[in-house]
């Protein structure tokens, strides 16, 4: 493709024209309904293409607007995250936002209205960015949804996600922790404990987070030459908040198939812990385990884990949405912040 236009703000229908596509279905794919409209993936892409050729942004006389600041920053969740307690998932990430916010002058504002009966909460409403009443604002939570994102993203509004997501077409910024790498770095420290057969516990989640944390450990197996064995099956979480792991593959373990195990989540981590010992194997003087995640408030905690560095990660988000809404060619930049592991009491040295 090729611009077509210069000196006046293109418009929607410059987008069609350039993509080949009607008005309407550019509309849809700008506003994130793409697949509800049955719109094909190559007729989305050619509409990216065009908007990123054209330099389009939606509604600009909004933009425009937002040029008037009013210092506040928002934070937007996709699910209710009250805190209900210190170790709840999201209390450091909202503890750094509002001290970050504070030092530097801005007040916060929290949308937390659902917008549905399920629960789900919603940027756009009645086809209004509720959001529009800050300056710009801060993303998080589990059930993102990426055709708001999309949207929001095109549309111009400063926002910077936490947690990797992928939005076809859009380059958000985002604040990443860098589970790759830091499971790697686990994985090499069971190799120097003399671990050469390794286990891995998934968790049920499929995001790109988890996507994350599983390709740093199996490269780092590959690159070490170590061999890797997991169960057929994911944990599943059965009742009394226990996680059913496999029972088959747990005899094996006991029987020397793997001297260490990484596992996605404490609460896995526990389960393997009792379901090990019903076998007559103890952690870790018969099986060294390693953990994917842990809070800061973890640092006391028994397991050998990784931190995701959540108080970090919510000033971080604060610096970087001021640094946009003084620059909004910063949009699409992203920040990778390391991920530190912790030492405890659940790695040993490799036996037999």
């Known amino acids: 493709m090729t611009a077509r236009r210069r000196g006046k703000a293109p418009s929607q229908a410059d987008v069609a024209r350039l993509a080949g596509v009607s ?60 805190p209900r307690g210190s170790e709840d998932f999201y209390f450091e990430f909202l503890l750094g936002i509002e001290e970050r916010a504070e030092e530097t002058g801005f007040d916060l504002v929290l949308f937390t209205s659902t917008g549905s009966g399920g629960g789900e909460r919603k940027i756009y409403r009645n086809g209004t960015n509720r959001l529009n009443l800050a300056d710009g604002s801060i993303l998080l939570g589990v059930s993102t949804d990426r055709g708001e994102l999309a949207r929001l993203w095109y549309e111009g509004y400063p926002f910077i996600h936490i947690g990797r997501r992928e939005v076809p077409g859009a380059e958000i910024p985002q604040i990443i922790p860098d589970y790759r790498s830091a499971s790697a770095r686990i994985v090499e420290r069971l190799a120097r404990h003399g671990h050469r057969r390794l286990g891995y516990v998934r968790d049920w989640q499929q995001m790109e987070p988890y996507e994350d944390r599983r390709l740093g450990y199996a490269e780092a197996v590959e690159r070490l030459g170590l061999t890797h064995t997991s169960p057929d099956s ?86 970087r949405l001021q640094e946009m809404l003084d620059d909004p060619e910063l949009r699409t930049g992203s920040v990778l912040v390391p991920c530190p592991l912790i030492t405890g009491t659940t790695i040993a040295d490799a036996v037999g």
């Open 23 to 82: 008005q309407s279905a550019v509309s849809r794919v700008i506003s994130g309904n793409a697949a509800t409209a049955r719109i094909p993936e190559e007729t989305r892409q050619r509409v990216f293409e065009a908007v990123r050729e054209l330099g389009y942004v939606a509604n600009p006389a909004a933009r425009a607007m937002r040029k008037q600041r009013n210092d506040l920053l928002g934070v937007h969740t996709f699910e209710r995250v009250f």
């Open 234 to 319: 994911h944990g599943s979480h059965g009742s009394h908040g226990s996680v059913a792991l496999d029972g088959a593959w747990l005899d094996e373990v006991a029987r020397g198939a793997a001297t260490a195990i990484v596992v996605e989540s404490v609460g896995l981590a526990r389960s393997l812990r009792e379901q090990l010992a019903v076998r007559g194997r103890k952690i870790p003087d018969d099986v060294s385990v390693a953990v994917l995640e842990a809070a800061s408030a973890d640092l006391s905690g028994q397991w050998d884990s990784l931190v995701i560095p959540r108080v970090e990660i919510g000033r971080l988000a604060v610096d």
